[in-house]
């Protein structure tokens, strides 16, 4: 899981602004995904991508957006139509193959609106 | 889709003791339940995962046993130490996706707290 990277740490954003969170891989992963933690939630799917130029929406996909122009990269927008954004954020890849269903996690990135 | 239970949700046990925490899965085609371990302010790290093909699995103080007709498993930790304190969370496969990932569904997590 030291292959995957998030940054920032922390992020700040007032109401209506739009933020990018990014998240990076080095494992070669085809699969990337990202997930919001709220306190007693455990781990909420926003969205996710198998491949390259490709990718669905998670159970609360509302209020983000995602791409993944490459394999490496796959950045999450929180726009201010999301209305509760302030969370922990946490980015996860993981690839087909033997024991591939392993998901990796990232640091996190932890968003507070001010 | 698939809706994962997690009891309980706190869990308090002095250092030596066992700890068991519980899931149940509601999709009768999930194949795979891994569990997670996250310390404050960390990423969840995978401690140990099942297959649907097998009952039980163990790797040192850590344990994972299955029911699939049930539709539920169990973490057991064994003399559990101060270092085993944190938040679990346990998870299931939703479904199978073309690229052969899958999708994760979680529980929403036990703080467990060992005790010196």
């Known amino acids: 899981d030291g292959g995957i990277t998030q940054s920032p740490k922390y992020l700040f954003r007032k109401e209506g602004q739009n933020v990018t969170l990014s998240c990076e891989q080095n494992l070669n992963h085809d699969a990337m995904y990202w997930y919001r933690q709220d306190p007693g939630q455990g781990l909420r799917l926003i969205y996710y991508s198998q491949i390259v130029n490709d990718f669905q929406k998670g159970d609360i996909a509302e209020g983000y957006s995602v791409s993944r122009e490459k394999k490496e990269s796959f950045p999450l927008t929180v726009t201010s139509a999301q209305k509760n954004p302030t969370a922990f954020y946490l980015c996860?890849?993981?690839?087909?193959?033997?024991?591939?269903?392993?998901?990796?996690f990232g640091p996190g990135t932890r968003l507070t609106v001010l | 889709g698939e809706n994962v239970e997690q009891h309980p949700s706190t869990l308090s046990v002095q250092e030596g003791d066992s700890a068991v925490i519980k899931c149940t899965y509601s999709d009768s085609a999930s194949n795979y339940f891994p569990w997670y371990k996250q310390e404050l302010g960390k990423r969840p790290q995978l401690i140990i995962d099942?297959?649907?093909?097998?009952g039980e699995k163990k790797d040192q103080r850590i344990a994972v046993t299955l029911n699939k007709t049930a539709k539920h498993f169990s973490l057991h930790i064994t003399e559990t130490q101060p270092e085993d304190s944190a938040v679990y969370f346990c998870?299931?496969?939703?479904?199978?996706?073309?690229?052969?990932?899958?999708?994760?569904?979680f529980g929403k997590g036990t703080k467990l707290s060992v005790i010196p």
């Open positions: 998870a299931a496969s939703d479904r199978y996706s073309g690229a052969g990932s899958y999708q994760l569904t």
């Open positions: 996860a890849s993981s690839t087909p193959g033997q024991g591939a269903d392993t998901q990796y």
């Open positions: 099942i297959r649907s093909n097998v």
